[in-house]
């Protein structure tokens, strides 16, 4: 692959997916009418027999026999047994709480899968037609994947080399991926998922995000919460607390394999830009205020990215009527799943977009460079934010939707976004004709884009900007962008 420093950015950083759920288990405890809580920062006790006895009920820090700044007696290379990694998970339960200021409710099961095991998992189930067939069009109109290659196979397969770790609200526990002969958990891959658990009990996962941009949206708070406990979990090993040392070759480092830039991109941006929109909520108001927005969740990627603009703004809904001809039908995925009929691709999944053609192996031109894209800390990527989304030709998105439409074999879509100005509207435009004219796109006296045939993506593509609308119609020929939405 060419541009080696994709495969570089992608072993440094890593998808967690998360989840829902957890079962009920009981710490047993001791009658006291002492505080015994720790101070901290505090010195390890070495043992639970120096540690102070169980609080007579359930507090911050203390979990299932271990408070939350015990030593624990434990070895790595072997991987852990079962009563090690009960003692490892309970401590870890204990740091969180400690961090959060949030109680486990119940005790959360961890189990370890393998990495093979794991990529035998995400198959999923039967997919129909019509969400396969929208789902291909989709990645295909942000020119992630062609019409050569399953979008959903690409996506199981992506996910399958890049997860650490979730949390399965259907079996209601933590998986951890290893990648290890001899399975470890990998200290913050465990404090994640358990950070999950904790949100689900205390405030519930479900969401009536239906777009990816609200996913996203609601994404930011849940895996910025994550990541931002973990972060502090991570920063406190060595200096007020004793944390066990992952031997040389443990498990989690991800699995190699055919990793996608541009869908890992997109999908690492609740990541990287979440925990930017909680440090912005706790200066308004601590953890209190962070806890709020499990009761109103951002409305798309934009209150993420900028997070100034939350709770105030709300994407524009954009209408968009079918103005295709008998020869077109839309494609409706809603059949399939409860799901809309349209697709809502927001500011993170253009970014990505614009992002991946500097890491593609079709072309050597790329439309932003590696440093707008990549955060660079003292000439070394910055671990704790290593993607920027905040991109001159994305930071005016107001909203948007797709419709894909079908005539036989054949497949196109209409794409119509608005935008806070014509500028904006503009800007946007002209950069999506450049990653057309990446991808072997060819101007036409007409205005239309012809792509070429050696590109995954052979295609006519039109653009047209109206004020602060940009429509994007794309179908099989030139001849057919009039039948497929006739302006």
Known sequence: MRRPFALVVLCAVVLLLAGCQAPTASPETESSNVDLTPSEPATDY??????????ATDRLGYE???????????????????SERAAVVARTMARVERIRGLEFEETVPVSVVSRAEYRNSTGGGETGDSLRRFDNVKFEALFFIGE???SIAVQNSNRGESVLGYYSSQRGEIVIVSDSETPTISRSTLAHELVHALQDQQFGLESDARTRDQVQGRNGVVEGDAVAVTQAYTDRCGEAWRCIDRPAQSGGGGGGGD????????????????????????????????????NNYPDGAAEVTYPERYPEWEPESVSLADRSSDDWERVRPSTDRDRPDYAVVGPSAIAGSMAYTIADDYNESSVVQTRDVINYEDGS????????????????????RMHVYESGDETAYVWKTTWASEADAREFADAWTAVIAHWGGTRT?????IIAEDSPYTDAVSV????????????PTADELGEVHDA
């Open 46 to 55: 070495g043992s639970n027999d120096s540690a102070p006895k169980a609080p």
């Open 64 to 82: 299932n026999g271990y408070w939350y700044n015990e030593s624990l007696s434990v070895t790595t290379e072997d991987g852990l047994n079962e």
């Open 148 to 150: 050569d290659r399953d």
């Open 259 to 294: 990793r996608h830039f541009g869908i890992n991109f997109m999908q690492y941006f609740p990541y990287s830009d979440g925990p930017g929109l909680i440090g912005d909520l706790r200066e308004r108001g601590d953890w209190g205020a962070v806890n709020d927005a499990y």
């Open 381 to 400: 990527l910055d671990s704790d934010d290593p993607y920027n989304y905040d991109l001159p030709a994305t930071d005016g998105w107001q909203g948007g």
């Open 445 to 449: 006296a007409e205005g239309h884009w």
């Open 464 to 475: 047209r900007v109206d004020g602060q609308t940009v429509t994007v119609v794309n179908a």
